[in-house]
């Protein structure tokens, strides 16, 4: 994966068919470092200029953003002299990652006034620049002072310099050829040094494709555009072919719709991974806060089950008051029910009856605490069931099923709603198969999922599977169940296997019963489900199998 200066020169090519003489129509600064322009020509298209250093990117796109309401003060500028503006010429500096946007707008004053935007595709380094007519920086993105030890200064009021780059433009058929008469590349540092805005992608394609006239090879291709993208290792995407790399390739019509999807997965694969790993973390905490809980309430349990202890000393302490002296810390006495001496701990302060009734009170609060002990326990145990339930289903689910999740958990209380999130649509985002004869079997792969096709979807008539003694998703087959033939009875208890905790076992029990038989633990989440009638098919999940049935 690599926006190099191959790309880019493909980029340009597609947008100088489209935004030659179109007209800036806004400008928006979605992210700290990223761009839309919205450029009219004909019809409304959208430029995107990412200066991040993890997407530097430029291309056109169809992606919807959404718009700060404040812009920023860069933002501004370019709006200022930018907004109305015709797109007059868009050239790259050699085969560098630098592209210079010519535009004619007027000022304000009404004359006809010449712009520069330059973008500075270096990566790290990546930048944002708008000039004067004279290359006069009239403000950037990123600064660099003087003082900073950098080549080129990037204030307002600096002159905008051209980066150095002596090495060899690609395209420079002359140059290219005179350097492949005296040398060889047989390594990808050697043509990165020799060679100007080419990528290490590039490189290895080079050094794979061991064509012995490398002059011919590199003219080859450059020439190439073949807009892809390819699953390998880690997604990549190029716009010449990738021989080296072994995965599934997409190709596009253009470089822009290559760039638009890449970016679109990725960032999706992105936030997935990063709410998956948010939800993981949040979910381990509770089951281990549970945990901790449930511990400590047994200990109090035992404490409390031991209450009788307490009523015992406080009788003994009364039975035998007139052998405590003032002052005395312990009484040595003997229970005849038990018929055990018992050393009994006093409070020297305090009186025998006063230190009786200090054991009596004891004993009346442990008595009192043992069946809220006890219902704390259960409200622990279905706390920790829930998160591990949670757990399960995080192992099997995609960018949209993270969010319903999110928004369970938010319901509930245990993170805050975010006002970034649009609400969710009414029907969630369950699984819908069809077996071999065509038989609609419904798979929730979270809670709301699982709530929407058991207790809306469904009907009482038609039947519920679901595996067995563990976390796992509900089935639902829309038929009665004397209606439903083998076929589709293993075909659903196959799903229910696979997507339950017990997918990698063996001769995984799955009860399937009516849907009216199912019913909501009153008390308890509406995850949680208990159910009648049931019959029992035992099933080894194959995931072979279950690729075979059609998902709609």
């Not at 403000?139 to 307002?156: G, K, S």
């Not at 003219?219 to 072994?246: G, R, W």
């Not at 605490?369 to 279905?382: G, L, Q």
Request: proline fraction near 4%.
């Amino acid at each position: 994966m690599s926006f190099d200066g191959l790309a880019l020169k493909r980029i340009i090519e597609e947008l100088k068919t489209v935004l030659i003489h179109g007209r800036i129509d806004k400008i928006y600064q979605l992210e700290d470092f990223s761009f839309l322009f919205y450029v009219r020509k004909q019809k409304r298209q959208q430029l995107l200029i990412s200066a991040s250093k993890h997407q530097t990117r430029m291309h056109l796109t169809n992606d919807s953003y959404e718009k700060p309401m404040n812009p920023p003060l860069f933002c501004m500028l370019l709006r200022k002299h930018l907004e109305s503006a015709y797109i007059i010429d868009i050239e790259q500096k050699d085969n560098d990652r630098i592209v210079t946007f010519t535009l004619r707008g007027t000022n304000e004053l009404g004359d006809t006034a010449k712009r520069y935007l330059i973008f500075e595709a270096l990566g790290k380094d990546a930048n944002l620049i708008l000039t004067d007519d004279q290359y006069k920086i009239l403000d950037a993105l990123n600064h660099t002072h003087p003082f900073d030890e950098v080549q080129r200064t990037m204030i307002p009021s600096a002159k905008y310099i051209y980066p150095e780059d002596n090495r060899i433009n690609p395209f420079d058929s002359e140059a290219r050829q005179a350097f492949f008469k005296t040398t060889t590349i047989d390594n990808t540092k050697a043509l990165l040094n020799h060679f100007q805005g080419v990528a290490p992608q590039f490189a290895k394609e080079f050094i794979y494709r061991k064509n012995k006239d490398q002059n011919t090879l590199m003219q080859t291709m450059i020439k190439e555009n073949t807009p892809q993208i390819i699953e390998a290792k880690k997604m990549a995407f190029s716009v010449y072919d990738l021989t080296h790399l072994q995965g599934e390739k997409q190709r596009y019509h253009s470089p822009s719709e290559m760039l638009d999807k890449f970016y679109t997965l990725k960032d999706s694969k992105e936030k997935f991974q990063q709410r998956n790993k948010d939800l993981n973390q949040l979910i381990a905490k509770h089951l281990k806060k549970q945990t901790r809980k449930i511990e400590q309430l047994n200990q109090d349990l035992k404490k409390a089950e031991k209450s009788d202890i307490y009523k015992t000393k406080g009788n003994l302490i009364l039975a035998n008051q007139h052998h405590i002296n003032p002052g005395d810390v312990n009484l040595e006495a003997f229970d005849y029910e038990t018929e055990t001496a018992i050393d009994i701990t006093l409070d020297r302060h305090l009186t025998p009856i006063e230190n009786a009734q200090t054991y009596f009170k004891r004993y009346k609060k442990l008595k009192k605490s043992k069946p809220h002990i006890k219902r704390e326990i259960i409200k622990a145990k279905n706390e920790r069931t829930y998160f591990r339930l949670l757990e399960s289903q995080l192992q099997d689910t995609n960018l949209s099923d993270l969010e319903e999740i999110r928004e369970e958990l938010s319901q509930y209380g245990y993170i805050k709603p975010s006002k970034r999130n649009k609400k969710l649509s009414k029907k969630a985002n369950y699984l819908l198969y069809k077996d071999a004869l065509g038989m609609e079997i419904l798979v929730g792969k979270n809670n709301i999922q699982n709530a929407q096709i058991t207790h809306k979807e469904a009907r009482p008539h038609h039947v519920w599977f679901h595996v067995q003694g563990a976390p796992g998703s509900h089935v639902v087959v829309k038929a009665t169940l004397d209606q439903l033939k083998e076929t589709t009875i293993r075909s659903a208890a196959q799903l229910a296997a696979y997507h339950s905790k017990m997918r990698y076992s063996s001769s995984v029990p799955v009860d399937y019963t009516d849907v009216k038989n199912v019913k909501k633990i009153p008390g308890q989440k509406p995850c949680f489900v208990k159910y009648s009638n049931q019959k029992t098919i035992y099933i080894d999940p194959d995931e072979t199998f279950i690729k075979t049935l059609k998902s709609i």
